[in-house]
């Protein structure tokens, strides 16, 4: 047997190799100006893209059709994507406005929840890649999430009105896009499972129609990714481009109140023997900070600390917090690991209860640390790091059953 035996593979052959060519120049984009030269800089532009090549067709085709739904965690440790935070986990279901779905499960201990259909994709200019750039209508945040004693609950989205469980959608209705916050190590996150009411057949094949838009698909997915980060948040909001190593006021949209959430982003730039101070109130709600590589990546949030939330963070005598970012341990409590790299970006995000604050930054000798910190900012031993480090590691292992 050979290529052109079948009706199709012509169509089929073609449509790989185009998605081929498009990987290829995906691949081409990590030397961008932004990524810094260094072998470990330009081979995490490279991981950026392999680790979202391995997910491109679970988005494309394995849970494309809304007929039957699948509730995909696109976000991991071994996957990062669309500037995501180290404290979230995020999740999305393809859907349509023409049908109902179910969602059943437990609400876990999450401290923050929110459940978002969204539609219809714009395009032009200052839309994100797929499967981003859709306009929020409709959420559910887990205060208003209905659960029995045992924190089982079941969710109703489209169709006719079922009480408080229940979202709209409209004939645009495309995607639901569920996020979940932590701030303990020990919180549990909600398990669910999706399904669409009525479901009477099984699943169909893909057909060669179905898979040569599938590679089409996946084909934008990874070129649009290399092509918008990390030049997206600098040319459309987000990013204080002429100002490296200082964060913007923190900005809320509309679309940002919908997902409960204002955040604000610094990129940062430092030298082998600098550190960088962030300081700033100890305020009510849930905040978080992520540290993140070039391309909006957060870093190795299992094994390093990159992430930063209230219960885990030292707040110093004077009510103020300071977080610190530099190369190799400092000894302090609030040490944010930037992994040996020169250059990449923290997010602050604020969520729940309270206003985010106005954060503060400064730049100083590695060495002169300690007289640019109180003396009572707290200090850990290497033991105590390591401990710190175990709990860390069980606590992301139990929110992604890992």
Not at 30 to 44: E, I, P, T
Not at 91 to 116: C, H, P
Not at 344 to 365: A, C, D, F, S
């Amino acid at each position: 047997m050979a290529i052109g035996d079948g009706t199709d593979d012509v169509a089929l052959n073609t449509a790989w190799a185009q998605f081929c060519d498009q990987l290829k120049a995906a691949g081409e984009k990590v030397f961008k100006d932004h990524n810094a030269a260094s072998g470990v800089q330009r081979a995490d532009g490279f991981r950026f893209l392999t680790q979202n090549l391995g997910q491109a067709f679970d988005l494309a085709l394995e849970t494309k059709d809304s007929r039957y739904p699948a509730i995909h965690t696109f976000c991991n440790p071994t996957r990062k994507l669309g500037g995501d935070c180290a404290d979230f986990l995020y999740q999305q279901a393809w859907i349509d406005g023409q049908s109902t779905y179910r969602i059943v499960g437990a609400r876990g201990t999450s401290r923050f929840l929110n459940i978002t259909v969204q539609g219809p994709r714009s395009d032009g200019p200052g839309v994100l890649h797929e499967p981003f750039g859709d306009v929020p209508e409709a959420n559910l945040f887990g205060h208003q999430l209905r659960t029995a004693p045992d924190g089982a609950f079941e969710i109703y989205i489209g169709g006719q009105e079922r009480g408080p469980n229940w979202l709209p959608t409209t004939d645009g209705s495309r995607k639901l896009f569920i996020r979940q916050g932590f701030d303990s190590w020990d919180e549990r996150p909600a398990r669910m499972r999706i399904e669409r009411v009525g479901m009477d057949t099984p699943k169909p094949l893909p057909s060669a129609a179905t898979m040569i838009a599938a590679m089409d698909w996946a084909g934008g997915f990874v070129t649009g990714l290399m092509d918008d980060w990390p030049e997206f948040p600098f040319r459309y909001g987000g990013v204080d481009g002429e100002n490296p190593n200082r964060f913007p006021p923190p900005a809320e949209t509309d679309s940002d109140a919908k997902r409960g959430r204002a955040a604000t982003n610094m990129h940062w730039v430092l030298a082998t023997d600098e550190a960088l101070v962030i300081e700033f109130d100890a305020h009510d709600g849930l905040w978080m900070f992520t540290n993140m590589g070039v391309f909006f990546n957060s870093m190795d949030y299992l094994y390093r600390p990159v992430s930063y939330t209230p219960s885990r963070t030292t707040v110093d005598n004077d009510g103020r917090v300071r977080l610190v970012l530099a190369h190799d341990d400092p000894g302090y409590h609030n040490w944010i690991d930037t992994q040996g790299f020169e250059r990449g970006n923290v997010t602050y995000r604020h969520m729940l209860e309270g206003q985010p604050v106005e954060l503060h930054t400064r730049v100083v000798k590695r060495d002169d640390l300690t007289d640019a910190l109180p003396p009572d900012t707290a200090t850990v031993s290497a033991a105590e790091r390591v401990a710190q480090m175990w709990v860390r590691f069980n606590g992301i292992r139990r929110r992604y059953d890992l």
